[in-house]
C-alpha cells in the first residue's frame, strides 16, 4: 500500500513544474545536512519539526517513485536463478538504456557542453562509497562481504590517490563546476535524493541493493562514452580517470554483485526480489528522466528506446 497522507504527494517527471524543482533542493540540503559529521550544538533540537516535515517529503517521493515503476516489477522471478537472469536482462531492456546521449557526448559535445553535462552529473552524484556503506548494514554474511570488497575497492584499497570520490572531484576542479541545487536540474537532484534515501531508510535496504547493482551493471557503457568525449576534448588522463577506471572495472563490480549479493539474497528470501527490482528500475528511471532533460537542453530529438511504461521481460 502506498503512503497517503494531508499534503499533495510530489509529481515525479516527465512534468517538472517549479514546485518539485522546490522540493527536490529542499531534499538535496536535507541530505547534505543530515549526512556530514557536525559538532552537538543546540540547533538540532529545534530543527527537528523541520526536518520531520521535510523527511515526510522524502517518504512521498520515494513511494511516487515505486508507483511509476509498479507495472515492471511485476514481471520480476522471484526464483533466485531466474531472477538474477531477469535483472542482467535490465542492461540493454531497462529505462533509459541505449540512450543516444552518450555517443553524441563522445563525438560532438564541445567543452562547453560536456561542462554543463557533467555539471548536472556532479549535482546527482551521492556517494557510491558511502551508500555502500549505509546499505550493508546487518546485511546477511555472504552479501556484506561483497559489500565489503566493493566498498575497499572505491575507497582505492586504503590509498587516497586511488579513492574514487576524490577523482569526480579532480575532473570537477578541471572544469570549475560548483554544484548547487538551485542551479541542477530537477531530474538530476531527484536521482541522487532517491539513492540516498533507500541508503538510508532501512525499510528501503533491498530496493538500495537494487539501485546500486543496476548502476555498476549500466554504467561501463556510458561511462566509456564520456571518457572517449573528455579524451576528444584533450582532457588529461589523470582528470578523467575516473571515467576511464569505471569503463572497465564496474563490469567486474556488477557481475560479482550479482553474484554474491543478488542470488543468495533472494535465494534466502524469494520475498526479496520484488523490492529488489523495485530498487533497480527506480533508478533506472531517474537515469531515464536525467537523459531525457539532457537531450531536450542539448536540442537533440528524442529517440526510440525502452519504454520507462511497460514490463520488462
Not at 519539526?49 to 520480476?76: K, N, Q, W
Not at 533508478?283 to 532533460?293: D, I, N, S, V, Y
Amino acid at each position: 500500500m502506498l503512503h497517503t497522507g494531508s499534503r499533495k504527494r510530489i509529481t515525479p517527471p516527465p512534468a517538472t513544474p517549479r514546485d518539485f524543482h522546490d522540493q527536490q533542493c529542499e531534499l538535496a540540503h536535507f541530505n547534505r545536512r543530515r549526512l556530514e559529521p557536525s559538532l552537538d550544538d543546540a540547533a538540532w533540537r529545534a530543527n527537528q519539526g523541520e526536518d520531520a516535515r521535510i523527511a515526510e517529503l522524502e517518504l512521498d517521493f520515494v513511494e511516487a517513485m515505486r508507483e511509476s515503476v509498479a507495472p515492471m516489477v511485476l514481471s520480476a522471478p522471484v526464483n533466485a536463478e531466474d531472477f538474477v537472469l531477469w535483472f542482467e536482462r535490465l542492461k540493454d531492456s531497462g529505462p533509459g538504456q541505449g540512450d543516444q546521449l552518450f555517443p553524441w557526448l563522445a563525438e560532438h559535445a564541445t567543452r562547453d557542453d560536456m561542462r554543463w553535462f557533467l555539471t548536472q552529473e556532479v549535482a546527482g552524484e551521492a556517494g557510491f562509497d558511502d551508500l555502500v556503506a549505509l546499505t550493508q548494514v546487518k546485511m546477511p554474511e555472504q552479501a556484506k562481504l561483497e559489500m565489503a570488497r566493493n566498498y575497499w575497492d572505491e575507497m582505492g584499497r586504503g590509498a587516497a590517490k586511488g579513492m574514487h570520490g576524490p577523482m569526480l572531484g579532480r575532473l570537477a576542479s578541471a572544469f570549475a563546476i560548483k554544484s548547487v541545487p538551485e542551479t541542477t536540474v530537477p531530474e538530476a537532484l531527484a536521482l541522487g535524493n532517491l539513492m540516498v534515501a533507500l541508503a538510508y531508510n532501512r525499510r528501503f535496504a533491498f530496493q538500495s541493493v537494487g539501485a546500486l547493482g543496476v548502476i555498476e551493471m549500466t554504467a561501463p557503457t556510458r561511462v566509456g562514452f564520456v571518457n572517449d568525449g573528455l579524451r576528444r576534448l584533450g582532457v588529461p588522463a589523470r582528470e578523467r580517470h575516473y571515467f576511464a577506471l569505471h569503463a572497465t572495472l564496474d563490469i567486474r563490480h556488477s557481475r560479482e554483485w550479482n553474484r554474491e549479493v543478488l542470488l543468495p539474497l533472494v535465494a534466502e528470501d524469494p520475498r526479496r526480489a520484488r523490492p529488489i527490482a523495485e530498487g533497480a528500475l527506480m533508478r533506472l528511471l531517474c537515469g531515464q528522466r536525467c537523459f531525457e532533460r539532457y537531450r531536450a537542453h542539448f536540442n537533440l530529438p528524442p529517440v526510440p528506446g525502452p519504454s520507462a511504461s511497460r514490463s520488462v521481460q
